[in-house]
């Protein structure tokens, strides 16, 4: 399965009817007073759309991901027009001094932290734009919270939603590697200590609400902290040598995808298949090579036919679909 230039103009149109919607809007916003009453687009300017504010950020880097990758698609010229006139200078610094709030510590942390420098990482390779100079001082912000937050976090969130750590870190990394060397360090260091020592997962997922897998998404990153001799057999030793892989990673089942809880049930079927995918590019030649390629396509094929369909999904699984299909590429 591949990303073809009809699909990438059907994700192109989904988040383009989102990441400008205002309404419905789930807010992340502590007040401290009466004064902080304000609407989603006073509040930010910039990510006021997709029902909530790290969907619609990741919004941003499908559409600006897709510019780039199908730069003569319909689409790309509305895409380049709405960019222009949503991250300006103004706009951002509202964002950026929403951070400044002593309410604002944990706000988005660390889900929309790790889109938002993942969204930078993809405006930067925008060179006829200045889509990544003006994010650049939002991103730098996140980037120094995550540091921070790495030093009081004693131990890693491995719940499958927004508050997982290695989904964010996964982003985060690739944001810093060229960035922040400080950063990158600190990441692999406190993921070695996190999950360097795990073996025989038996975690008891699928959780009900849940649009990431625990230890996908650890083993993901580590793939990318640990050196190749070291991975494969801290791979196999999680997921493969005690079965979890063959009997329990399978396609998830969807009961109602009006319940925006629920829904995120197609997010775990294609977060999957782009953390199995990703991992399989790696392993090359392994033995469980066909194993998990089988896993991978089961998902996709599980999930990318309800990309688009009701607004509780429609805000944000053409991310994770594109996330999956851009696997290894």
């Keep these: 399965m591949e990303l073809t230039p009809d699909l990438a103009s059907s994700f192109a149109r989904i988040a383009l009817g989102h990441v400008a919607r205002e309404y419905p809007h789930k807010l992340d916003h502590v007040m401290a007073g009466d004064a902080d009453v304000l609407s989603p687009q006073t509040l930010h300017p910039v990510f006021f759309g ?152 038996d975690g008891w997922e699928p959780g009900g609400d849940e649009f990431l897998s625990p230890v996908l998404t650890a083993s993901l990153l580590m793939s990318r902290v640990m050196p190749h001799s070291q991975f494969v057999p801290w791979f196999e030793d999680l997921v493969l040598a005690n079965g979890w892989l063959e009997r329990d990673c399978r396609p998830v089942t969807v009961s109602d995808r009006s319940d925006g809880k629920i829904a995120h049930l197609d997010g775990l079927n294609l977060s999957r298949a782009w953390c199995l995918r990703e991992v399989d590019g790696l392993l090359g030649s392994y033995r469980a090579s066909q194993l998990i390629s089988d896993r991978a396509r089961a998902h996709l094929e599980a999930a990318l036919g309800h990309v688009a369909g009701d607004y509780m999904g429609e805000h944000w699984l053409a991310s994770f679909a594109l996330l999956a299909l851009l696997a290894d590429r």
């Design 50 to 201: 997709s029902f909530d504010w790290h969907s619609c950020v990741h919004g941003w880097w499908t559409l600006l991901t897709l510019r780039r990758l199908f730069p003569d698609m319909p689409e790309a010229r509305e895409i380049e027009a709405l960019a222009d006139a949503t991250f300006t200078h103004e706009k951002l610094a509202v964002e950026l001094a929403y951070l400044d709030r002593p309410e604002s510590r944990g706000f988005e942390r660390p889900y929309g932290w790790g889109w938002l420098l993942y969204l930078h990482h993809e405006a930067a390779r925008h060179d006829d734009r200045e889509w990544g100079a003006r994010l650049e001082p939002l991103a730098r912000a996140f980037g120094v919270r995550f540091g921070d937050y790495l030093r009081v976090l004693t131990y890693p969130i491995t719940v499958g939603t927004h508050f997982n750590t290695s989904f964010a870190l996964v982003l985060a990394r690739e944001w810093a590697e060229t960035r922040d060397a400080k950063l990158l360090a600190t990441i692999d260091e406190w993921s070695l200590a996190a999950f360097g020592q795990k073996r025989s997962y």
